[in-house]
């Protein structure tokens, strides 16, 4: 099997190309340097070149206040770049998974989402990342989407990092307590993918590692195994300005992965841990 990994220089996408390595899968990881998914026909060129039997898509457009301001740039990327990709899928006869996010719900009520619930964007992040799931469904047949939330990796930026460094400056950190939702730690997640990939058991999907929280309530727990003597003052969403609106339910059923015989990623607290293991034998070296 070949796999075509986009957004290989990202948080998701390093993880998922360093998991195919470690299983001895034939793997490309591609970035923005490589080639343009905003661009139909070097994108068409480039997929025919390497010609992979399946495509791990991990780029996406994040910056999800940012987004609000750059319509067209975020559903160049988001949209159009998922539908090229799943043009060229279709041509050389690859599946595809897609990378989707918790944003494509109206985020209301306490009720796990379900997979096939009815979807309802309140950002423009949000909208062009369901435009990117309604590219691929209308496609191709052999599919998958994956929908995350709060996800967190070596690579990049993400919330434990940014705690990590405001607890060098705070003792007391406001931090939102009225979003509820589940962490992800990419290198179980890059697992699960990987996994996923090399089976037919197409569809669509939630995949968070287990458990549910607060943002306040990460916070917390990541003070608490980093050691860091910070407190942290929970405050509602609403004493943040935003231009983006964020979901205040992300919680989303994980039953699906079972039905279909892939096991559930380990609860999230087990998830913090070993990153934060991984983050100071990194700042060690």
């Not at 910056?63 to 975020?74: C, G, L, R, S, T």
């Not at 931090?175 to 996923?196: F, H, K, N, R, W």
């Not at 231009?243 to 015989?261: D, V, Y």
């Amino acid at each position: 099997m070949k796999v075509l990994v986009t957004g290989s220089g990202g948080q998701l996408g390093y993880d998922v190309c360093r998991v195919l390595m470690a299983q001895g899968i034939e793997h490309k990881g591609v970035d923005i340097l490589d080639f343009d998914i905003t661009d139909r026909v070097q994108t068409q060129r480039s997929m025919e070149a390497y010609h992979p039997d399946a495509v791990i898509h991990c780029s996406a457009w994040t910056a999800v206040d940012a987004a609000e301001d750059m319509a067209e740039k975020v559903y160049a990327v988001n949209s159009y770049g998922p539908r090229y990709l799943a043009e060229a899928c279709k041509k050389i006869d690859a599946k595809m998974l897609y990378i989707s996010t918790d944003y494509v719900f109206p985020g209301t009520g306490e009720r796990f989402y379900q997979p096939d619930d009815p979807t309802g964007p309140l950002s423009v992040y949000g909208k062009s990342k369901l435009d990117g799931e309604f590219a691929v469904r209308e496609l191709l047949d052999r599919f998958f989407i994956v929908r995350t939330s709060w996800v967190f990796g070596k690579n990049g930026n993400n919330f434990v990092k940014t705690m990590l460094k405001l607890a060098e400056k705070k003792q007391v950190i406001d931090v939102v307590a009225d979003q509820i939702g589940s962490p992800t730690y990419t290198a179980d997640l890059a697992s699960l993918l990987c996994e996923m990939i090399q089976t037919d058991l197409y569809g669509v999907y939630h995949a968070t590692n287990e458990g549910i929280c607060s943002w306040a309530g990460f916070a917390q727990e990541i003070f608490r195994q980093s050691g860091k003597a910070v407190q942290v003052n929970p405050v509602p969403t609403s004493a943040y300005f935003s231009k983006a609106a964020r979901p205040l339910n992300s919680r989303m059923s994980k039953k699906r992965l079972e039905e279909q015989g892939f096991k559930r990623l380990p609860v999230w607290q087990d998830a913090l841990r070993r990153y934060l293991s991984e983050l100071e034998r990194l700042s060690d070296n």
